[in-house]
Structures are given as structure tokens and as C-alpha cells.
């Protein structure tokens, strides 16, 4: 089973400011199965990312994702109020199908 | 745009079981896509359940493959979860999602389900 570990836990940053995720896979990883969730206090989580760097339906072009092997990133180019959130990658495989990082939240400064 | 809601008891039994419904609009659950279950512990992080086909193929978590049974209607355009022998690590809100490509795309509002007697 492939584990993903994102870091930091916790990113305290202010509106404008850009924001860099990491999320790290146990071993090497299809980059067509990687994406990011972002949920937001009290409500769902929305799909942000899929397949390392497409963005989901809606999603505003300050968010972009890259990675490669097993090093994934999401970039939030300049904060705004409503992006401050917990943010979660996930990995489809054959085997333990998706699994999801433990999270990092992204907090105001 | 399709919209999901789930539903079903908000208190379940310890060693009982949790039975879920997530009705879906917007769209015929009767195509070519997948239906996840996932589930949040309060103040924790997302674990995928399962997913489910409307051929009635299904794969689920193998840490909860023993306990889980997913099924779906067609004829109500829905679909269930069963999570059997629950316990007090199984209380959680359960999201019902439409997969898109190797991920969640759309998920319904949640519901939160308590093990406690």
C-alpha cells in the first residue's frame, strides 16, 4: 500500500501571499491517479485537482498542481479569504484503490 | 449538475449496523461512472469506504472490506451503504461522491452517524 504523507501540517500564511502543498507518495505513483481536495470548515470537500494538474470544473486558475514520481504539489499562487483551508491529496491505486493524505490546513497569519 | 443526498439514523447500536441511503438527481445513476462512499471522523481526516457500479460491481477499502456492503437502485436512481458490527471508531459524518477521473467529483452534503448506546 502506497502512503502519502503531506507536509507541512500546517501553513500560516496572509491573503496574498503564495502557498506551496506537499504531498509525498511511499513509492513512485502514476501522476494520472494523484489529486487534491480542498474543504473548507463545517463543509464538504471539493474536488481541487485531479491527475496531477487538471483543475477541477470551476476551480480559479490561482491553483495549479505538478509533481512527478512521488512528489506531488499544489500552489495557490495568491491567498484569498476563502482559501484558507484544510487541503487533502489522494491517490487512486489498483489495490487499496483511493487513499488520502493526512491533510494540511492553511491558516491565516 | 447532479446533487446527492445522504440519509439514515443519526444513532446506530454498537455491533449493529449502519445503513445509508444517498439519493441522487441530476443525473441517471444508470451510467457508465462510480459511486464512492467516504467517511470523516469528527476532527480527522477523509477514508475512502467503497465504491460502487451500477452493474453492481463494487470495491471497497480493504480495511473495511469485511464489514462493507454497497449496493445500488436504479429504480429509485440510489445508493446504499451497510457497514456492519459497528464500534465507537466508526462514528464520523459519511459523504456520498460521483467519481470522475481517479477521484471524487461531486459529493453530497454529508451525514454524521454516532455509534453509542
Known amino acids: 500500500e502506497t502512503v502519502l504523507t503531506q507536509s507541512p501540517g500546517t501553513l500560516s500564511l496572509s491573503p496574498g501571499e503564495r502557498a506551496t502543498l506537499s504531498c509525498r507518495a511511499s513509492q513512485s505513483v502514476d501522476s494520472r491517479y494523484l489529486a487534491w481536495y480542498q474543504q473548507k470548515p463545517g463543509q464538504t470537500p471539493r474536488l481541487l485537482i485531479y491527475?496531477?494538474?487538471s483543475r477541477a470544473t470551476g476551480i480559479p486558475d490561482r491553483f495549479s498542481g505538478s509533481g512527478s514520481g512521488t512528489d506531488f504539489t499544489v500552489t495557490i499562487s495568491r491567498l484569498e479569504p476563502e482559501d484558507f483551508a484544510v487541503y487533502y491529496c489522494?491517490?487512486?491505486?489498483?489495490?487499496?484503490?483511493?487513499?488520502f493524505g493526512q491533510g494540511t490546513k492553511v491558516e491565516i497569519k | 449538475q447532479v446533487q446527492l443526498q445522504e440519509s439514515g439514523p443519526g444513532l446506530v447500536e454498537p455491533s449493529g449496523t449502519l445503513s445509508l441511503t444517498c439519493a441522487v438527481s441530476?443525473?441517471?445513476?444508470?451510467?457508465?461512472?462510480?459511486w464512492s462512499w467516504v467517511r470523516q471522523p469528527p476532527g480527522k481526516g477523509l477514508e475512502w469506504i467503497g465504491e460502487v457500479h451500477y452493474k453492481w460491481h463494487t470495491n471497497y477499502n480493504p480495511s473495511l472490506k469485511s464489514r462493507v456492503t454497497m449496493s445500488i437502485d436504479t429504480s429509485k436512481n440510489q445508493l446504499s451503504l451497510k457497514l456492519s458490527s459497528v464500534t465507537a471508531a466508526d462514528t464520523a459524518v459519511y459523504y456520498c461522491?460521483?467519481?470522475?477521473?481517479?477521484?471524487?467529483?461531486?459529493w453530497g452534503q454529508g451525514t454524521l452517524v454516532t455509534v453509542s448506546s
Open positions: 441530476g443525473v441517471s445513476i444508470n451510467i457508465d461512472t462510480w
Open positions: 489522494q491517490l487512486y491505486d489498483t489495490s487499496s484503490f483511493y487513499t
Open positions: 491527475s496531477t494538474s
Open positions: 461522491a460521483r467519481n470522475g477521473d481517479w477521484s471524487q467529483a461531486s
